[in-house]
């Protein structure tokens, strides 16, 4: 299993932008499903967007329109721009791979990195 680094996080104010970034230790050519979590205080962890090895995206509704996933095998890093940016925006933003897909609903079952942060002020 590849080991993820998460960055690119930080404190902006609504509207702004960010583009997270995520490393991985070894190639993801052959990794199907990566994706961006993210966790807010007191809340749980919730899938924010995903990408297969041929480039199918999904979004949360929540972001939809504003995120957007981009990954560079040829770089081994997942990428996350994020436009638009809203205060119910900030958390901790967590990259996953590979995720799985079984009995009609998607996991990741790896090591969850440090993340990285993002808050947005109103």
């Known amino acids: 299993q590849v080991q993820l680094v998460e960055s690119g996080g930080g404190l902006v104010q609504a509207g702004g932008s960010l583009r997270l970034s995520c490393a991985a230790s070894?190639?993801?050519?052959?990794?199907?499903?990566m994706g961006w979590y993210r966790q807010a205080p007191g809340k749980e962890r919730e899938l924010v967007a995903r990408?297969?090895?041929?480039?199918?995206?999904y979004y949360a509704d929540s972001v939809k329109g504003r995120f957007t996933i981009s990954r560079d095998n040829a770089k081994n890093t997942l990428y996350l721009l994020m436009n638009s940016l809203k205060p119910e925006d900030t958390a901790m933003y967590y990259c996953?791979?590979?995720?799985?897909?079984?009995?009609?609903?998607?996991?990741?079952?790896?090591?969850w990195g440090q993340g990285t942060q993002v808050t947005v002020s109103s």
């Open positions: 996953a791979a590979p995720i799985l897909y079984e009995r009609g609903a998607y996991y990741y079952r790896g090591d």
């Open positions: 070894g190639s993801i050519f052959s990794i199907n499903r």
């Open positions: 990408i297969s090895s041929g480039g199918r995206t």
